[in-house]
């Protein structure tokens, strides 16, 4: 299996633009994880899902964020609109179950200027 | 609620030196920790990982760590650095049964490995 597949790999927009992060998690496993790292805050957890469903979202920080899984296969992170405050390496990491190894992606490494 | 402190967020140690990372946390209810490693720009990788029982946990690349709840204490050691474990080290505390859509990462710790 190839791991989790994160695109794009760098980001850099302006202020105010959209932004899309986006995530293939490994083939068979029913947990997807969204994090956040930056040097203040560390890793943070923004949202998971099972099964496609988002189950708590309690760390997405405002309405900006917004989170899908449309399917098994694909999952999507967007900032709309973004800030500089955003600027952080994005992580996407799946596992089997709850309580298994999570995989984690490569990361997108976003800079909003 | 639960908490991560790794003390010193960045260790040198010479090649063949012994490693140690401390971390110390907080946790109301039996707690299940974690190390991950992180190479430069990549993403963490689990080294190893305690739930309950054996207090001396083995992991992978020749890494170990005790939980010893007296001193609220997870340190990850290894006896003999090698170049290649330079990298950032995080310990992670869930009290949720393990569950890793409760995970607390404390702030990682760099390690540098001089030849």
């Known amino acids: 299996d190839a791991g989790v597949i994160q695109s794009p790999r760098h980001e850099v927009t302006e202020m105010g633009q959209e932004v899309t992060l986006r995530c293939k998690p490994i083939s068979g496993h029913d947990y997807l994880f969204w994090y956040r790292q930056t040097m203040m805050r560390g890793l943070e957890l923004l949202i998971y899902?099972?099964?496609?469903?988002?189950?708590?979202d309690s760390g997405m920080p405002e309405d900006r964020f917004s989170a899908k899984m449309p399917n098994a296969s694909f999952s999507t992170l967007k900032i709309q609109p973004s800030e500089p405050r955003d600027s952080a390496v994005y992580f996407c990491?799946?596992?089997?179950?709850?309580?298994?190894?999570?995989?984690f992606g490569q990361g997108t490494r976003l800079t909003v200027v | 609620a639960q908490s991560v402190t790794q003390l010193g967020s960045h260790v040198s140690v010479s090649e063949g030196a012994l490693v140690l990372l401390r971390c110390n946390y907080s946790?109301?209810?039996?707690?299940?920790l974690f190390w991950y490693v992180q190479y430069p720009n990549q993403g963490l990788q689990l080294l190893l990982k305690y739930t309950t029982g054996a207090t001396l946990v083995k992991g992978i690349n020749g890494f170990e760590a005790e939980f010893k709840k007296s001193e609220t204490s997870f340190h990850l050691t290894k006896p003999s650095a090698h170049m290649s474990d330079a990298a950032e080290y995080f310990c992670?505390?869930?009290?949720?049964?393990?569950?890793?859509?409760?995970?607390?990462f404390g702030k990682g710790t760099k390690l540098s490995v001089k030849p």
């Open positions: 899902f099972n099964n496609n469903v988002p189950i708590d």
């Open positions: 992670a505390v869930s009290d949720s049964g393990g569950s890793q859509g409760n995970l607390i």
């Open positions: 990491a799946s596992s089997r179950t709850d309580y298994t190894e999570a995989f």
């Open positions: 946790s109301s209810v039996p707690p299940y």
